[in-house]
């Protein structure tokens, strides 16, 4: 079984900054890519940014220069550093991690349950 669960969302004024955590735990042999999406009302699921056990990064085009990705390997965690908030950044941000129960297995995709971020005045 593997749990995926984030934490760090709130409300935050335009301009300001969070940080997301996304922690997966359970029985785990290995995890590839880590990443970011968001749900605004209406609208469909977005990628936000991901990032590979390696360390590399892709953002989508309207957080670059804003968020940055990145992770802890030893504890199976990947942040969401936001800056520069605005009100369109509000949405349920869920976190992804791609994961290998046994060396055997295929990679299979697991989500959170989604936390919410308000930007607002």
């Known amino acids: 079984q593997v749990q995926v669960v984030e934490s760090g969302g709130g409300l935050v004024q335009p301009g300001g900054s969070l940080r997301l955590s996304c922690a997966v735990s359970?029985?785990?042999?290995?995890?590839?890519?880590m990443g970011w999406y968001r749900q605004a009302p209406g609208k469909q699921r977005e990628l936000v940014a991901t990032i590979t056990s390696g360390g590399s990064t892709n953002y989508t085009d309207s957080v670059k220069g804003r968020f940055s990705i990145s992770r802890d390997n030893a504890k199976n965690t990947v942040y969401l550093q936001m800056n520069s908030l605005k009100p369109e950044d509000t949405a349920v941000y869920y976190c992804?991690?791609?994961?290998?129960?046994?060396?055997?297995?295929?990679?299979?995709?697991?989500w959170g349950q989604g936390t919410q971020v308000t930007v607002s005045s």
């Open positions: 992804n991690a791609r994961v290998k129960i046994t060396r055997w297995d295929y990679w299979g995709p697991y």
């Open positions: 359970g029985s785990i042999f290995s995890i590839d890519l």
